[in-house]
């Protein structure tokens, strides 16, 4: 299993760990004459980076901490002695410690690698319990009535039912799209097969899916937009997850603004900006970020058509794929996502174009 190490930051952390161990040594060394006290911090040290760093590190550390405390804190004072039989051994006992720890860390890193995983699946698994039974039992719900009743039924009734049917089986599909990139995310397999499209093309062919609440849409358009290189279906199905989740939230009567811009900082990395703004009742701010997270739903929009905490999460992971970025913006009303993506220099002609 791949291993999550830390980042850059974490090698900062270690590298003021060594830093501050030989610090509290010398003062520890000033104050006290203690070597064995010494020789426990700069060990200490060498487990802190063990915990932070790859294992090759740690051997490097457990040397120079081994050579800095030979140096430093043992007769004769401020030169190298490693050939007797006690520098030798502390020597031995550093690489001793370095492999230890750094074992034990891979050892842990593994653990909590397993322990994600299986909290990410227990998680889909009460998702997929919930979210899936609900579209499924009015499905069934409807196409029994008209079964046992279609004789009765008006034909009024009839298209109703069948419209409820094909809405749940509709939200059904998108769930399981959304499961499955979610899926696909996790495991890091989501490759774009990218090419030149047009983003008001993509945000065309969205507005489409929605085609009983159409009219709650509104787009604004810059002119002269420039193409973006991305995989079409799946910066549709990102968008997609945005407008959803803003029409679940704003109030029926009120509308979805969906706006396309150019963010041209320098001419030499232009960027397409699509901001998708609710009139709903809006996030806090502490929640911009935890909204992005996989199953994260919001206290306050807890309610019987609640999201099932997949879609941003969805469109964050396909955003990023194509080195895009996608955020909460914080505004009066409402909630404001804001999407990212890199663009090319040349605008297309219409500000349109094919979406393939």
Known sequence: MKQNWPSISSHYLAVCAVVAALLISYGLDTWLGSNIAVLLILQLAVVVVALLCRPRWVYVVALFEALCFNFFFTVPRYSFEMFNRDDMLNLLVFLLVAVITSRLAELYQHQQNQLKQEQLRSRILLSVSHDLRTPLATIIGTLSTLKEYTNKLTEKEKTELLGSATSESHRLHQYIEN???ATKLQHGVVVPKQSEQSAVAIIDLVMARFSEQKSRLTLQIDDKLPLISVSASLIQQAIFNVVDNALRYSP????????VSTLDTDNKHPQIVIDVQDQGVGIRSDQSNSIFELFYSVDSFKRSDSGTGLGLAVSKGIIAAHQG???????????LIRICLPASIEPSRHGKGSAS
């Open 252 to 259: 029926i009567d009120k509308s979805v603004i969906i706006s």
């Open 325 to 335: 970025t996608i955020q909460s913006i914080p505004v009066a009303q409402g909630c």
């Open 179 to 181: 499961l499955l990139q």
